[in-house]
């Protein structure tokens, strides 16, 4: 069964404070890992999929990598306006053309002036 | 471009009362569609997903039923709510791996 483990499950930053989030993951054979923002009340946003350990995506003030029992989320000088809770998901592979991502409980981020 | 539309937003019901969420997607055909529920403290739990007209497969044995009767349309039904029905409900579709959520629904079972 595939597991997700994000950490830490609530983090406070200063703005500028850099910092990671964690997601450790087991599953048979990845597809996929993904990270989506998610704001109160609303639904995921999607911001990257890393495919094989060593690949690394940027957007912004994030950068996301891929090892192959974790991933990172780095934030780099963060904003206000960058808290949210994200969320950390796999994919295995042999799921056909159905996208069945398991997902982790993510991980709270609050970002103070 | 592709657009995703859930209501409603919020619902409140009675435990044992039937329950009807719809979601309907824009932009694209014969997309591959999904209802997850996000529970507190819980990850995102795939319920359902389809990948064409009639087509619906469960993931979780539960109080809870999901149709779609058009390319673009996707349905969750209960026929008696429970209060453990009570969660974020979000409709999703895909595009090579990626989901697209809505908005979500959010149901509380009283």
């Known amino acids: 069964e595939d597991q997700v483990t994000q950490s830490p499950e609530a983090l406070r930053l200063q703005e500028g404070e850099s910092s990671s989030l964690n997601c450790s993951y087991t599953?048979?054979?990845?597809?996929?890992l993904f990270w989506y923002r998610q704001d109160p009340g609303k639904g995921p946003e999607f911001l990257f999929t890393?495919?094989?350990a060593g690949e690394e995506k940027e957007k912004e003030r994030l950068k996301a990598t891929l090892t192959k029992k974790e991933s990172f989320l780095h934030i780099t000088a963060p904003k206000p306006e960058d808290s949210a809770t994200y969320l950390c998901?796999?994919?295995?592979?042999?799921?056909?053309?159905?996208?069945?991502?398991?997902f982790g409980t993510g991980t709270r981020l609050q970002v103070t002036l | 471009s592709q657009t995703i539309h859930q209501w409603p937003a919020t619902l409140v019901q009675p435990v044992g009362s039937p329950l009807s969420l719809e979601c309907t997607v824009e932009?694209?055909?014969?997309?591959?569609l999904y209802w997850y529920r996000q529970a507190a403290g819980r990850g995102l739990q795939l319920l359902f997903y389809s990948v064409g007209i009639g087509q619906i497969s469960s993931e979780v044995p539960q109080n809870l039923s999901a149709s779609r009767p058009q390319d673009r349309q996707f349905i969750l039904s209960s026929k008696k709510l429970l209060l453990s029905d009570s969660g974020f409900y979000l409709c999703a579709w895909s595009l090579r791996e990626k989901l697209f959520f809505g908005s979500g629904t959010q149901l509380s079972v009283l």
């Open positions: 890393l495919y094989s």
């Open positions: 599953v048979s054979g990845l597809r996929g």
């Open positions: 932009g694209t055909s014969n997309p591959n």
């Open positions: 998901a796999v994919q295995e592979g042999n799921t056909g053309t159905a996208s069945k991502l398991t």
